[in-house]
């Protein structure tokens, strides 16, 4: 099973909605997902509630209870789980890291978000985990996208190269319990999301590659 979480301490910058709609995406792609919710406005909870699928599954859970319940999906054949981090909570954000394979970092391209993604940066130091800062809420053209984008690089961060955009099939999506993906299959949302998911396999690939060469060169060295 392969665990991303979705971190970011501000607000408002889609956590949720990547979360639901990667699931979904993996779900088409023929994977389990499951979604562990770990922000007490319970966002991804209320998004489950008014869906008509029961599947991806969603928990919400105290960041206490994560340990033990991602043993339990991996038990169950889960092949993708997401954890989705509340703002303000660096504690579950250091907890919801610890597990992850990859994190993504969602942010607008604005001033003040791109300051709190620093202080997420920041706390993602402490884990040689890879990671990568997606844009969402994206104006069609604009210097912010720009400006971000250098100050992401300015940073040393990753930029992932997709952008999600300001798309009113997000927020539609999210009031009926589906994904952009579903609501307007061949939208601008979708097609979005599509490629997130794609950039996302293919870090997940380079982890297990990764993981494999160090494994063969700890045996080697052992003999």
Not at 56 to 77: F, M
Not at 174 to 197: R, V
Request: with cysteine.
């Amino acid at each position: 099973m392969k665990i991303v979480a979705i971190i970011s301490q501000k607000g408002g910058v889609g956590k949720t909605t990547l979360a639901t709609a990667i699931a979904v995406a993996a779900e088409a792609d023929g994977k389990q997902a499951a979604i562990f919710d770990l922000d007490p406005q319970a966002s991804a909870s209320f998004w489950h509630d008014t869906r008509e699928a029961p599947t991806p599954a969603v928990a919400a859970i105290p960041s206490s209870r994560l340990q033990h319940l991602l043993q339990a999906a991996e038990e169950s054949g889960c092949d993708l789980a997401l954890i989705d981090a509340p703002p303000f909570a660096k504690d579950i954000a250091f907890e919801a890291a610890h597990h992850a394979d990859f994190i993504l970092i969602p942010t607008r391209p604005a001033v003040l978000d791109v300051m709190a993604m620093t202080k997420t940066l920041d706390l993602m130091k402490h884990y040689s985990k890879p990671s990568a800062v997606v844009l969402t809420f994206c104006p069609h053209a604009g210097r912010e996208l720009s400006d971000t984008e250098h100050a992401i690089g300015e940073l040393g961060a990753t930029l992932c190269p997709v952008r999600i955009g300001n798309r009113i099939a997000f927020s539609r999506a999210q009031q009926t319990g589906l994904a952009a993906q579903e609501y307007e299959p061949d939208g601008k949302a979708a097609e979005e999301i599509n490629s997130l998911y794609r950039y996302m396999c293919i870090q997940l690939k380079e982890v297990k590659h990764e993981r494999t060469e160090k494994t063969t060169k700890r045996a080697a060295s052992r003999s």
